[in-house]
């Protein structure tokens, strides 16, 4: 079968930005969390109406960007790789969901998760743990219509929707949305540098 020149899209935005993550440039990985951790988690959201383990799967996801970015061969657009792997963790989770009884604390120890690949090692774990504490944080900054705008967002809502949630006009909205997307990119960016520099 017949593949991609690797030329065809390496002057993709995304394309360009993932060889800056697996060149371990510093602020990549953040930046990419940041352009496409509303599409991951939104679709967790759709799919499982769990935010909890939303959140919990699109961290997985992200964590095997990073850990995998090596790998990575420009020959498609960047979001087809990573719908293919965010796929790969959602039928992990629904497997997880079939193999067990439904867990007495909802907040498990990541650790205990099910879905991780055996190629990964013990530390994982805390990998995941230290994601999950970037993305919390990042998002724990925003003020609070900021937050909830985010989120929102992450969910799909329009403007107008969103306007309407935080009596706001859809215009106002979209100026809330810049503002907090460029504070959560600010922040995102230190404290995912002990992540994006390292491995």
Known sequence: MMTAPLTLFTHDPDVVLMLRVQRDEPGAFAQLIDRFWCRVFGRYVRQFADRQEAEDLAQDVFLRIFRN????????????WIFHIASNVARNAI?????????????????QREGIDPGIDAAVGLDRAELAVIVRRAVATLKGRQRRAIELQCQDHSYSEIGEELSLTAKAAKSLLYRARNELRETLRPLAESIGVSG
């Open 69 to 80: 970015r090596r790998r990575y061969q420009p020959r498609a657009r960047l979001s087809t």
């Open 95 to 111: 497997r997880g969901r079939a193999r067990r009884p439904p867990p007495i604390n909802h907040h498990d120890d990541a650790d």
